[in-house]
């Protein structure tokens, strides 16, 4: 549903930003699966969870910025040499 970029914030520090993928951009129903998505995650509250640092849903690019967390890329997770397929572990990431 969206791309994840690495940027920093005005601070200096990593974050990870969630543009829509442009061929669904003006999609009622991805922006609105995307704003269910950050009310979702504003309500939990656990370690194991990135929170969410800013979103703007209604601009052209909509888009949500959360805490960066470092880690294998979902390329490297899910290679057919760690015994996974793109049917397996998704098209995102792939």
Not at 34 to 48: C, G, I, P, S
Request: hydrophobic share 40%.
């Amino acid at each position: 549903m969206g791309i994840v970029y690495r940027a920093h914030d005005a601070d200096g520090n990593d974050v990870a930003i969630k543009l829509l993928r442009h061929e669904i951009a003006d999609d009622p129903r991805a922006r609105e699966r995307l704003a269910r998505e950050v009310a979702a995650q504003k309500l939990v509250r656990n370690d194991n969870i990135v929170r969410i640092l800013d979103a703007e849903l209604d601009s052209s690019d909509a888009f949500v910025v959360t805490e960066f967390i470092p880690g294998p890329r979902s390329r490297t997770r899910c290679a057919p040499t760690a015994g996974c397929t793109p049917r397996r572990c998704g098209r995102s990431a792939w």
